[in-house]
């Protein structure tokens, strides 16, 4: 168990974005988000979701933007996770405000 | 037990013991690594991250969030998948407005590509202003000395891709006199104004079919009159190259005539001055139409460009 867990332990260089630490994970989500405003491809955000939440893409979005409306997050980035989970059909009320920016 | 046997049971249990961890820390229960970074995700992913970050640029113009978010990347990483967003954006024709975003960010992260030139406002070189020269009264003949700019400073050099590179055909000479003439031969335009340029616009696409002519894009330039425009830069971009040629460097198509050897299978891209304005996009070479039993051949494109 020394050799295997510490000495030498299996290398992750191949990772999927759904080992990504909190931070980085955030930053996806936003990014794939604003991608989605660029490009408007639904399916392309909605696939790049999945490797976050194959079962629901549309929860790490909607997560997200709930958590920056408690913390005060910026205002824009949460209409742009809004838009886009409005475009997963997964609008929630508390995102329904941010709609109309 | 005699001495050898019992070695034997302990390198047999030793050497079961150590691949029985190693299965079980390996596969049954390995590491997990939940807070891992950019830089450890697989290749296509960090170019998916390198696209994502540019494309919120284009979106937010936040340049020190973006870097921050390659931050952890390798250059080469973001040099990649920057130059291959810019290239797919290039030739579908996207709006300059995004691909001179995209070009100002490249231009900040120091990647080059060669189809991001017309985009760059610090690439291009102005449009030539040509000067109507007073015809001497004794031998009415004009010359037309192309300003410094019309020598190919920043002309992208097609290296050799797997791609067909088309070869340009024109080598802009520093000067060229028209055959002298008892008449006054080209009688040069003033220099097109900006305004002019801004406002052109496809007037006419023809598809040229002579048989045994090398494919080539000819570009016409006029004015309002219809009058043909010497002068004029007109960039062909395509996914991984770009070319440049000057209207008026072959007087005996006309002033406001240029044009490009090209390749068939390339989806071309034909912009005017330097606003890098795409006004033709998805130009590719089409079959033209022949008789039963003839052989097949490519056509040529001709297009006008008029306000």
């Known amino acids: 168990m020394v050799i295997g867990w510490w000495l030498w332990p299996v290398t992750y260089t191949n990772t999927s974005p759904s080992a990504l630490r909190e931070d980085y994970h955030d930053e ?5 988000a604003t991608a989605y405003e660029v490009e408007g491809d639904r399916e392309k955000a909605r696939e790049r979701l999945t490797l976050l939440d194959s079962e629901d893409p549309s929860a790490p979005v909607v997560r997200l933007a709930q958590r920056l409306i408690e913390q005060g997050g910026s205002e824009e980035d949460v209409a ?6 409005q475009s997963l059909d997964a609008t929630t009320p508390a995102l329904m405000p941010y709609l109309q920016r | 037990m005699p001495p050898s046997l019992r070695r034997a049971v302990f390198t047999i249990g030793l050497v079961l013991g150590l691949a029985l961890g190693l299965v079980y820390t390996w596969v049954i229960n390995p590491v997990r690594l939940t807070n891992t970074y950019p830089a450890l995700l697989r290749l296509d992913y960090r170019h998916d991250w390198v696209r994502l970050a540019v494309l919120s640029y284009v979106a937010d113009g936040d340049l020190e969030r973006v870097q921050s978010r390659l931050d952890s990347l390798e250059k080469e990483d973001v040099s ?16 300059p407005e995004t691909l001179r975003e995209l070009t100002t960010l490249a231009e900040a992260l120091d990647v080059n590509t060669p189809a991001m030139l017309v985009y760059a406002d610090a690439t291009v070189s102005p449009v030539p202003t040509l000067t109507p020269t007073p015809l001497p009264s004794p031998t009415p003949t004009s010359t037309f000395t192309p ?16 791609t067909p590179t088309p070869v ?14 008892p008449t006054p031969s080209p009688t040069f335009t003033p220099s097109p104004t900006p305004p002019l ?23 016409v330039i006029q004015d309002e009159d219809g009058g043909g425009l010497p002068g004029v830069e007109v960039w062909l971009t395509w996914s991984d190259g770009a070319d440049r040629a000057v209207t008026g460097l072959k007087p005996e198509r006309g002033p406001g005539y240029a044009d490009f050897n090209v390749a068939s299978d390339v989806a071309y891209t034909v912009s005017v001055g330097e606003l890098g304005m795409p006004l033709v996009t998805g130009l590719r070479l089409e ?21």
Not at chain 2, 80 to 95: D, F, K, N, P, T
Not at chain 2, 147 to 162: G, V
Not at chain 2, 168 to 181: A, G, I, N, V
């Open chain 1, 28 to 32: 996806y989500v936003l990014m794939v």
């Open chain 1, 80 to 85: 742009r996770l809004a838009r886009l989970a």
């Open chain 2, 80 to 95: 990649e998948s920057l130059r291959a967003l810019i290239e797919e954006y290039v030739a579908a024709g996207r709006s």
């Open chain 2, 147 to 162: 300003s410094p700019t019309a020598t190919p400073t920043k002309t992208p050099t097609p290296t050799p891709t797997s």
């Open chain 2, 168 to 181: 340009h055909t024109f080598t802009p000479s520093p000067t060229f006199t028209p055959s002298p003439t």
């Open chain 2, 197 to 219: 340029l801004q406002r052109l616009s496809l007037a006419e696409k023809e598809q040229l079919c002579s048989r045994g002519q090398s494919p080539h894009i000819e570009v």
């Open chain 2, 287 to 307: 079959p033209c139409p022949v008789e039963e039993g003839e052989e097949p051949f490519t056509g040529s494109w001709r297009l006008v460009l008029a306000p």
